[in-house]
């Protein structure tokens, strides 16, 4: 079983940055995949950003430039690094992390608020 716990959200002006951190703790795969999703008020949850064992990434279109995924050696701790933020990136923000049998775990999310 896997647990993972977001930390870092808050509410801040456009243009502003914020670091969300996810520390998974359970069952750790080094061939874990981790990604950042995000949800707003009255969409679907998207993808943001995804981070492969082997340290790929890819980012949604919207992000890309903005916000940076990485993690530590250990696929324990998962950043997500968010700059120049917008209000349209406001939302809830979920830690995914799937195990190398596909089998996905979502930590409780994190509120970003992006307003002036």
């Known amino acids: 079983q896997v647990q993972l716990v977001e930390s870092g959200g808050g509410l801040v002006q456009p243009g502003g940055s914020l670091t969300l951190t996810c520390v998974v703790s359970?069952?750790?795969?080094?061939?874990?995949?981790m990604g950042w999703y995000r949800q707003a008020p009255g969409k679907q949850r998207e993808l943001v950003a995804r981070?492969?064992?082997?340290?790929?990434?890819n980012y949604a279109d919207a992000v890309k430039g903005r916000f940076t995924i990485s993690g530590d050696n250990t696929v324990t701790t998962v950043w997500l690094q968010m700059n120049t933020l917008q209000p349209e990136d406001t939302g809830v923000y979920y830690c995914?992390?799937?195990?190398?049998?596909?089998?996905?775990?979502w930590g409780q999310g994190t509120q970003v608020t992006i307003s002036s």
């Open positions: 359970g069952s750790v795969y080094n061939n874990n995949v």
């Open positions: 995914n992390v799937v195990n190398p049998w596909g089998q996905s775990s």
């Open positions: 981070l492969t064992s082997s340290g790929g990434t």
